[in-house]
């Protein structure tokens, strides 16, 4: 646009040009004029002044007058109407402020962070944190914010507005030190904003005359100098629900009462101390840790225990803390620690036992372990210096028992001596088994009961071996289980002393033996049960059976036969028959006799007991013969048996069989060899 436009459209021409003008001036006003103008009419210039003195330069209703500004209308400042602090915090990363009025919309997380600008004298920085979080503001470069060292921030809590002055070069002053960096506060009084809900400093709540900690944390209450008097009303109490520390020494003239722990390097009382006590505490019933009664308080008696090993439980050891525990109850009191904890040197989880009418202390001396006052040993210390001690000492049990050691009734007072064994030895009680070891010396009698053959009233070595009473009148011998000799009146009895071990070998079925004697003469006595003579052909004609094995082979060496002696009843199937039975030395050989004869047979088959008659086969009747001597004689023939002669004895049998004699020839009763061993 021409600047002559502009002159007629402001009545410009009309009112400061004169008509006549010399066509140069005309053009010196005209570059005059495009020399203050911009195309789009803008005041260029470097100073304007006012043009009547005193009266300033009034520009579009805003008054500028020897240095200073009026407006007619609020002054607007350029916004930052919506700012995100930089997420996480820094100096580096923070939002840059870049008008006079900042508002932070968005600071989600604490010391999320922004940036001033370079600090010039003069520039002002208004700062709003609409925020949920308290933001970290920065000083740009090495400028500073208050008192704060330049690495670090100022804090502006949510809904809290800050200005920021720079009064001298790269230093900003806030219009108050923000929370976190505030050193001092200088005010006599500091009421509540809201009724009764009081006024609370880091933490700590003022309210109505009282102080409560409402956080958590390290809370210290510091007296640097002088007394510390804490003014309670009558009857009105001190309540701490948190850790107390007292570093110094400290004097409390009242009761001091807990619901915890306390622990204390060293305290001096002028009166009794009153711990937690409970009583009336039901144990668990059937026991076990898992579901067992907690001890709350220091000492704890247990007044019902209905059936041994009902349990209660330990608090969680604390070091230093001590718990007594009273057994009141029935029977035995099973004492658990908490969980994965100990007591004294049992594995974790495992109980102590208390038995009835007891007292047991525990003392933690960690934070995992107890230790009982109920040690595994009592030592007991000689009167005089270092000459020895007496322990009694408890052992593990398999059965989870309590052994009680205690005293009749006595009339007396009396003295129990633990004599010298010479060696670590056993006491000798009065029920159940017992070893006793060494030369013993009693000075009267003793009395044992009666006994039986498996059970001798003086065992010796094996538990069925030894003396017993046999009958009133009588004292017997058994070894293994077996009587083996009888004491009477009048000595031992002739048959009543059996061998230990048999001299010979028996056969393998059907009989038994019990040799009697001195060891030298012996008197065999066999019992035969359904014993095999010899199997039957099943045809009719005479035989000889031929037995399976010997009844008994002698012993090597040589011995005397004196007589023999049988009572038999035998047993065939099929018509009876009447067998000629004896004893020899040799086997029947089978051949075709009706009987033993000594002529036709062989003097062998019967020379030990010669062969008579047993009838019959069916009625089974029982048929003695003898005594006996062998064949030839005393001292003669097998009667004088050498070391080379025969050792088998048999029992052999010889008739005339029917058909139907079919099977084995069996043989039930007794057989009886006197005989000497040389």
Same mark, same amino acid.
């Given at each position: 646009?021409?600047?002559?436009?502009?002159?007629?459209?402001?009545?410009?021409?009309?009112?400061?040009?004169?008509?006549?003008?010399?066509?140069?001036?005309?053009?010196?006003?005209?570059?005059?004029?495009?020399?203050?103008?911009?195309?789009?009419?803008?005041?260029?210039?470097?100073?304007?002044?006012?043009?009547?003195?005193?009266?300033?330069?009034?520009?579009?209703?805003?008054?500028?007058?020897?240095?200073?500004?009026?407006?007619?209308?609020?002054?607007?400042?350029?916004?930052?109407?919506?700012?995100?602090?930089?997420?996480?915090?820094?100096?580096?990363?923070?939002?840059?402020?870049?008008?006079?009025?900042?508002?932070?919309?968005?600071?989600?997380?604490?010391?999320?962070?922004?940036?001033?600008?370079?600090?010039?004298?003069?520039?002002?920085?208004?700062?709003?944190?609409?925020?949920?979080?308290?933001?970290?503001?920065?000083?740009?470069?090495?400028?500073?914010?208050?008192?704060?060292?330049?690495?670090?921030?100022?804090?502006?809590?949510?809904?809290?507005?800050?200005?920021?002055?720079?009064?001298?070069?790269?230093?900003?002053?806030?219009?108050?030190?923000?929370?976190?960096?505030?050193?001092?506060?200088?005010?006599?009084?500091?009421?509540?904003?809201?009724?009764?809900?009081?006024?609370?400093?880091?933490?700590?709540?003022?309210?109505?005359?009282?102080?409560?900690?409402?956080?958590?944390?390290?809370?210290?209450?510091?007296?640097?100098?002088?007394?510390?008097?804490?003014?309670?009303?009558?009857?009105?109490?001190?309540?701490? !629900?948190?850790?107390?520390?007292?570093?110094?020494?400290?004097?409390?003239?009242?009761?001091?009462?807990?619901?915890?722990?306390?622990?204390?390097?060293?305290?001096?009382?002028?009166?009794?101390?009153?711990?937690?006590?409970?009583?009336?505490?039901?144990?668990?019933?059937?026991?076990?840790?898992?579901?067992?009664?907690?001890?709350?308080? !220091?000492?704890?008696?247990?007044?019902?225990?209905?059936?041994?090993?009902?349990?209660?439980?330990?608090?969680?050891?604390?070091?230093?803390?001590?718990?007594?525990?009273?057994?009141?109850?029935?029977?035995?009191?099973?004492?658990?620690?908490?969980?994965?904890?100990?007591?004294?040197?049992?594995?974790?989880?495992?109980?102590?036992?208390?038995?009835?009418?007891?007292?047991?202390?525990?003392?933690?001396?960690?934070?995992?372990?107890?230790?009982?006052?109920?040690?595994?040993?009592?030592?007991?210390?000689?009167?005089?210096?270092?000459?020895?001690?007496?322990?009694?000492?408890?052992?593990?049990?398999?059965?989870?028992?309590?052994?009680?050691?205690?005293?009749?009734?006595?009339?007396?007072?009396?003295?129990?001596?633990?004599?010298?064994?010479?060696?670590?030895?056993?006491?000798?009680?009065?029920?159940?088994?017992?070893?006793?070891?060494?030369?013993?010396?009693?000075?009267?009698?003793?009395?044992?009961?009666?006994?039986?053959?498996?059970?001798?009233?003086?065992?010796?070595?094996?538990? !069925?071996?030894?003396?017993?009473?046999?009958?009133?009148?009588?004292?017997?011998?058994?070894?293994?289980?077996?009587?083996?000799?009888?004491?009477?009146?009048?000595?031992?009895?002739?048959?009543?002393?059996?061998?230990?071990?048999?001299?010979?070998?028996?056969?393998?079925?059907?009989?038994?033996?019990?040799?009697?004697?001195?060891?030298?003469?012996?008197?065999?006595?066999?019992?035969?049960?359904?014993?095999?003579?010899?199997?039957?052909?099943?045809?009719?004609?005479?035989?000889?059976?031929?037995?399976?094995?010997?009844?008994?082979?002698?012993?090597?060496?040589?011995?005397?036969?004196?007589?023999?002696?049988?009572?038999?009843?035998?047993?065939?199937?099929?018509?009876?028959?009447?067998?000629?039975?004896?004893?020899?030395?040799?086997?029947?050989?089978?051949?075709?006799?009706?009987?033993?004869?000594?002529?036709?047979?062989?003097?062998?088959?019967?020379?030990?007991?010669?062969?008579?008659?047993?009838?019959?086969?069916?009625?089974?009747?029982?048929?003695?013969?003898?005594?006996?001597?062998?064949?030839?004689?005393?001292?003669?023939?097998?009667?004088?048996?050498?070391?080379?002669?025969?050792?088998?004895?048999?029992?052999?049998?010889?008739?005339?069989?029917?058909?139907?004699?079919?099977?084995?020839?069996?043989?039930?009763?007794?057989?009886?060899?006197?005989?000497?061993?040389?």
């Amino acid at each position: 646009m021409a600047v002559i436009d502009l002159i007629n459209r402001t009545n410009f021409l009309p009112t400061k040009i004169p008509i006549k003008v010399p066509a140069e001036k005309v053009n010196e006003v005209l570059q005059r004029l495009n020399s203050i103008t911009a195309d789009d009419g803008t005041l260029i210039a470097d100073t304007i002044a006012e043009s009547t003195s005193g009266t300033g330069v009034t520009i579009d209703g805003v008054l500028i007058k020897d240095g200073t500004v009026t407006t007619t209308a609020p002054l607007i400042t350029s916004v930052a109407p919506a700012i995100t602090a930089h997420a996480g915090g820094t100096k580096a990363a923070a939002y840059v402020l870049t008008e006079e009025l900042n508002v932070i919309t968005v600071c989600a997380t604490a010391l999320d962070s922004v940036l001033l600008p370079a600090a010039v004298v003069g520039l002002k920085i208004t700062l709003v944190n609409l925020g949920v979080a308290t933001c970290a503001v920065y000083a740009a470069g090495t400028n500073t914010i208050d008192d704060i060292i330049t690495t670090n921030p100022a804090i502006v809590q949510p809904e809290d507005v800050v200005t920021f002055y720079c009064y001298t070069t790269a230093k900003w002053q806030s219009d108050f030190e923000s929370d976190g960096v505030y050193d001092k506060v200088y005010t006599d009084t500091i009421s509540e904003n809201t009724a009764t809900a009081g006024v609370t400093i880091d933490g700590v709540k003022l309210k109505d005359g009282g102080a409560t900690v409402i956080t958590g944390g390290a809370n210290t209450f510091n007296i640097t100098n002088g007394t510390a008097i804490i003014d309670v009303a009558a009857a009105s109490n001190v309540n701490i !629900d948190a850790n107390l520390a007292v570093s110094g020494a400290s004097t409390i003239n009242q009761d001091v009462s807990t619901g915890g722990s306390p622990a204390f390097v060293k305290t001096t009382t002028s009166a009794l101390n009153t711990r937690g006590n409970t009583t009336g505490i039901t144990a668990f019933a059937t026991g076990g840790q898992a579901s067992a009664v907690a001890l709350t308080t !220091d000492f704890n008696n247990v007044t019902v225990c209905a059936t041994a090993h009902d349990s209660v439980k330990l608090p969680t050891a604390v070091a230093g803390l001590s718990v007594t525990v009273k057994n009141s109850g029935a029977t035995l009191l099973d004492i658990f620690p908490a969980d994965a904890d100990s007591i004294d040197a049992l594995a974790i989880n495992l109980a102590v036992s208390l038995n009835s009418g007891s007292t047991i202390t525990f003392n933690a001396i960690s934070g995992v372990v107890w230790e009982s006052s109920m040690d595994d040993a009592i030592t007991i210390n000689s009167p005089t210096t270092a000459t020895g001690q007496l322990v009694v000492k408890a052992a593990a049990s398999a059965g989870n028992t309590v052994t009680t050691i205690t005293n009749a009734s006595q009339a007396a007072a009396r003295t129990y001596t633990v004599p010298d064994a010479g060696a670590a030895a056993n006491f000798v009680l009065s029920e159940g088994a017992a070893t006793i070891n060494g030369i013993k010396t009693f000075g009267s009698g003793i009395v044992l009961p009666v006994g039986a053959v498996g059970t001798p009233s003086v065992q010796i070595g094996a538990v !069925d071996t030894g003396l017993y009473l046999v009958s009133a009148v009588q004292t017997g011998f058994a070894q293994d289980g077996v009587l083996v000799s009888v004491y009477d009146s009048e000595g031992i009895k002739p048959d009543s002393c059996q061998f230990r071990t048999a001299p010979g070998t028996l056969a393998s079925a059907g009989v038994t033996v019990r040799h009697y004697g001195d060891g030298r003469d012996v008197t065999s006595v066999f019992t035969l049960t359904n014993y095999i003579i010899g199997p039957l052909a099943g045809a009719a004609a005479a035989k000889v059976l031929v037995p399976p094995e010997a009844l008994y082979i002698f012993p090597a060496g040589g011995h005397i036969l004196a007589a023999s002696r049988t009572s038999l009843g035998l047993t065939a199937t099929g018509t009876a028959v009447t067998p000629d039975v004896g004893l020899g030395s040799v086997v029947g050989d089978g051949s075709a006799f009706a009987t033993l004869n000594l002529a036709t047979v062989g003097i062998t088959v019967e020379d030990i007991l010669t062969g008579y008659a047993i009838a019959d086969t069916v009625t089974h009747a029982a048929v003695a013969s003898g005594p006996i001597t062998p064949t030839a004689g005393a001292l003669a023939g097998i009667a004088l048996n050498k070391a080379t002669d025969s050792k088998n004895l048999f029992l052999n049998a010889a008739a005339t069989w029917n058909a139907d004699n079919t099977g084995n020839l069996t043989a039930t009763g007794t057989i009886t060899v006197k005989w000497t061993i040389m």
